[in-house]
């Protein structure tokens, strides 16, 4: 095949999944020439799964994400058909949004705002090679013979890579939903150095919804006045359609262990590692013996489709099997598929083999993000397509590099994870994973993370105002809930004698929308504006406590580690930590000490090091 030069470019995105869209939005938004290459233009943001963006712990990244400039908010927020907020009656700091959203529009209008992004450059292709010159990223090469060169490239190539289908006896060289999977660039990126490693995960049936007896259901309806994901939509969204409610019995679970011999989870043809939190539906029935049943979420693909995704059923058995245990169910007894379960296989890479800014630690100027990293969901996804896309652009344009740190947002700690203590399987954000969740909550993402962008094409002029407008509004509200009260008002609100603030009410227990109507307040201030507040003074003790806490880790966070530091010359390291220190080359000292097999008294032996030699 003849090559030539299909053009020069400062940036090339390999993968038009998420994070291939918010990094090539990214680099393009921020002046530089960019080109996207896909497999198929028509699988752009395609949501290959639930058609739903935000969860718990993935509604703060989705908000992170908008904070920094990104597009996965607005695109939600444009194609919701029904909002809810998880966790209410939990704390604030684990309440998350999660939006269910028209699959089909999603995908069309992140493919009109990527069309219509100047300096973006969209191509159908395939790559096949990743050209490097001394070290140094220099372009890709496709299939088809054209060279894109490039200052940086980005891979996120999702679970398209040497990426095989299976469904009972059925194995298939197949991307998600038949579309074709990228066959030719693992070669490449195992000769540039990196470790590839095969995931898996897996997908439920879509059900004809003219099939489904919705009367045996319970309906589940969105939430009213729910807010946007994105800071810049000034309205909550309109829920348009309702989810149902079923449950799995003991005749599906007899299906399912009759069958055991045919499901490629249990027979061996699936060797794979798949996502403990998100298991089928055969592993579910396996593993809790002792429950008699597991809910099923019927939720609707979108408004210009019959198709119901089954939330709680993915599978990897036969079709015939599959036919059984979706009519085994209340509600589905006549049910027909529109599209069978099946379990996808799929490349990735070790993460350790990249640093904080998700650049490869062997090739210089080339990042992964997304699938490839070993995480799975849209939301982790798309918040490193754009960090990588933000690092990419600083890099080539000669800025320092926009690291966030585990106590500052989630999206640092899904990266400090992956880049410190890898991965196993497939990686999700959980609310659990962060130290400091009391203060990462949903509502203060702008607040935390949108000066990160202060200077850059980023920090729209709508951008601005939006924050500026929210971020006074927010402090003023602060100020004024520290004011006395008036305390007649007080004393009919509440049996005391002393005069309080409405701050200190809040503490005792009573709500702003209660506090608000009693004294004839912050009539003035939106409502989201004032949930802040509230939560603010709410928590604001354990608040305190963790800025305490994150100072005293900033110490070693920000000691810096030598990038040819010799470990084998340290003497008083034991062998695992030196091993293990080699391996994923820290940059600072507090990254060491969350590498796994690293304990505190190998990062003391570092500190004195480092003390005694780097005077």
Same mark, same amino acid.
């Given at each position: !095949?003849?090559?030539?030069?299909?053009?020069?470019?400062?940036? #090339?995105?390999?993968?038009?999944?998420?994070?291939?869209?918010?990094?090539?939005?990214?680099?393009?938004?921020?002046?530089?020439?960019?080109?996207?290459?896909?497999?198929?233009?028509?699988?752009?943001?395609?949501?290959?799964?639930?058609?739903?963006?935000?969860?718990?712990?993935?509604?703060?990244?989705?908000?992170?994400?908008?904070?920094?400039?990104?597009? !996965?908010?607005? *695109?939600? %927020?444009?194609?919701?058909?029904?909002?809810?907020?998880?966790?209410?009656?939990?704390?604030?700091?684990?309440?998350?949004?999660?939006?269910?959203?028209?699959?089909?529009?999603?995908?069309?209008?992140?493919?009109?705002?990527?069309?219509?992004?100047?300096?973006?450059?969209?191509?159908?292709?395939?790559?096949?090679?990743?050209?490097?010159?001394?070290?140094?990223?220099?372009?890709?090469?496709?299939?088809?013979?054209?060279?894109?060169?490039?200052?940086?490239?980005?891979?996120?190539?999702?679970?398209?890579?040497?990426?095989?289908?299976?469904?009972?006896?059925?194995? $298939?060289?197949?991307?998600?939903?038949?579309?074709?999977?990228?066959?030719?660039?693992? $070669?490449?990126?195992?000769?540039?150095?990196?470790?590839?490693?095969?995931?898996?995960?897996?997908?439920?049936?879509?059900?004809?919804?003219?099939?489904?007896?919705?009367?045996?259901?319970?309906? $589940?309806?969105?939430?009213?006045?729910?807010?946007?994901?994105?800071?810049?939509?000034?309205?909550?969204?309109?829920?348009?359609?309702?989810?149902?409610?079923?449950?799995? *019995?003991?005749?599906?679970?007899?299906?399912?262990?009759?069958?055991? %011999?045919?499901?490629?989870?249990?027979?061996?043809?699936?060797?794979?590692?798949?996502?403990?939190?998100?298991?089928?539906?055969?592993?579910?029935?396996?593993?809790?013996?002792?429950?008699?049943?597991?809910?099923?979420?019927?939720?609707?693909?979108?408004?210009?489709?019959?198709?119901?995704?089954?939330?709680? !059923?993915?599978?990897?058995?036969?079709?015939?099997? $599959?036919?059984? !245990?979706?009519?085994?169910?209340?509600?589905?007894? *006549?049910?027909?598929?529109?599209?069978?379960?099946?379990?996808?296989?799929?490349?990735?890479?070790?993460?350790?083999?990249?640093?904080?800014?998700?650049?490869?630690?062997?090739?210089?100027?080339?990042?992964?993000?997304?699938?490839?990293?070993?995480?799975?969901?849209?939301?982790?996804?798309?918040?490193?397509?754009?960090?990588?896309?933000?690092?990419?652009?600083?890099?080539?344009?000669?800025?320092?590099?926009?690291?966030?740190?585990?106590?500052?947002?989630?999206?640092?700690?899904?990266?400090?994870?992956?880049?410190?203590?890898?991965?196993?399987?497939?990686?999700?954000?959980?609310?659990?994973?962060?130290?400091?969740?009391?203060?990462?909550?949903? %509502?203060?993402?702008?607040?935390?993370?949108?000066?990160?962008?202060?200077?850059?094409?980023?920090?729209?002029?709508?951008?601005?105002? #939006?924050?500026?407008?929210?971020?006074?509004?927010?402090?003023?509200?602060?100020?004024?809930?520290?004011?006395?009260?008036?305390?007649?008002?007080?004393?009919?609100?509440?049996?005391?004698?002393?005069?309080?603030?409405?701050?200190?009410?809040?503490?005792?227990?009573?709500?702003?929308? %209660?506090?608000?109507?009693?004294?004839?307040?912050?009539?003035?201030?939106?409502?989201?504006?004032?949930?802040?507040?509230?939560?603010?003074?709410?928590?604001?003790?354990?608040?305190?406590?963790?800025?305490?806490?994150?100072?005293?880790?900033?110490?070693?966070?920000?000691?810096?580690?030598?990038?040819?530091?010799?470990?084998?010359?340290?003497?008083?390291?034991?062998?695992?930590?030196?091993?293990?220190?080699?391996?994923?080359?820290?940059?600072?000292?507090?990254?060491?000490?969350?590498?796994?097999?690293? *304990?505190?008294?190998?990062?003391? #032996?570092?500190?004195?090091?480092?003390?005694?030699?780097?005077?």
């Amino acid at each position: !095949m003849i090559n030539f030069v299909e053009g020069q470019f400062d940036i #090339v995105v390999i993968g038009a999944g998420h994070a291939g869209c918010e990094a090539a939005l990214c680099s393009a938004r921020m002046n530089l020439k960019t080109a996207m290459l896909t497999l198929n233009l028509d699988s752009i943001a395609f949501l290959a799964c639930n058609p739903s963006i935000g969860g718990t712990g993935k509604g703060h990244l989705v908000r992170e994400i908008d904070a920094l400039g990104g597009e !996965m908010a607005k *695109n939600a %927020d444009k194609t919701a058909i029904q909002m809810r907020i998880l966790n209410e009656g939990k704390g604030e700091a684990v309440q998350s949004l999660r939006c269910q959203c028209d699959k089909n529009a999603y995908h069309r209008e992140m493919k009109r705002t990527l069309e219509n992004c100047e300096n973006l450059r969209i191509i159908q292709g395939e790559a096949e090679k990743i050209i490097t010159e001394n070290g140094k990223v220099t372009g890709v090469l496709t299939t088809y013979g054209g060279i894109l060169y490039a200052k940086a490239v980005i891979i996120a190539t999702g679970v398209y890579l040497n990426a095989e289908t299976v469904t009972g006896e059925l194995r $298939q060289k197949s991307g998600p939903s038949g579309f074709a999977a990228a066959t030719r660039l693992t $070669q490449s990126l195992i000769d540039l150095g990196y470790k590839i490693r095969r995931f898996k995960t897996g997908t439920p049936a879509r059900l004809d919804r003219r099939t489904v007896d919705f009367e045996k259901c319970t309906v $589940q309806y969105g939430e009213e006045g729910v807010p946007s994901f994105s800071f810049l939509n000034g309205k909550a969204n309109e829920n348009v359609r309702e989810c149902y409610l079923t449950y799995t *019995n003991a005749e599906t679970h007899n299906i399912i262990l009759d069958n055991l %011999d045919r499901s490629p989870l249990y027979n061996g043809e699936i060797k794979s590692a798949g996502p403990r939190y998100c298991p089928s539906i055969e592993t579910k029935v396996v593993r809790f013996k002792d429950k008699e049943r597991h809910q099923l979420f019927l939720e609707p693909e979108g408004l210009d489709t019959n198709e119901i995704y089954v939330q709680g !059923m993915s599978s990897s058995m036969p079709f015939d099997i $599959q036919r059984d !245990m979706y009519r085994s169910v209340e509600g589905l007894e *006549n049910s027909e598929i529109m599209r069978y379960a099946y379990a996808i296989e799929y490349d990735c890479i070790d993460t350790l083999d990249i640093y904080p800014t998700l650049e490869f630690k062997k090739v210089e100027n080339l990042y992964t993000a997304g699938q490839i990293n070993g995480t799975s969901g849209y939301e982790e996804a798309a918040a490193q397509g754009l960090m990588a896309g933000l690092n990419a652009a600083f890099k080539i344009t000669g800025k320092p590099p926009l690291i966030l740190d585990r106590s500052e947002a989630y999206i640092g700690v899904l990266i400090d994870d992956l880049v410190t203590k890898g991965t196993e399987e497939p990686y999700r954000i959980m609310t659990s994973r962060a130290e400091y969740r009391i203060n990462l909550r949903q %509502d203060t993402a702008d607040f935390r993370l949108t000066p990160k962008i202060f200077g850059t094409p980023l920090f729209t002029e709508e951008r601005k105002a #939006v924050f500026e407008k929210r971020k006074t509004l927010y402090e003023n509200a602060l100020e004024e809930l520290n004011r006395r009260a008036d305390k007649e008002k007080t004393q009919s609100f509440i049996e005391t004698s002393a005069s309080l603030t409405y701050a200190d009410l809040i503490k005792r227990g009573f709500k702003i929308e %209660d506090i608000k109507t009693h004294f004839g307040v912050f009539s003035e201030y939106p409502a989201d504006v004032l949930k802040s507040a509230e939560t603010t003074i709410k928590y604001e003790g354990y608040i305190k406590k963790n800025e305490e806490q994150i100072k005293r880790a900033k110490k070693l966070e920000e000691k810096a580690i030598p990038k040819d530091i010799d470990y084998d010359g340290i003497k008083g390291l034991r062998l695992e930590a030196r091993e293990q220190l080699k391996r994923v080359r820290p940059l600072t000292l507090g990254q060491a000490g969350r590498i796994y097999g690293v *304990n505190p008294a190998d990062v003391t #032996v570092l500190i004195v090091w480092l003390a005694t030699t780097l005077r």
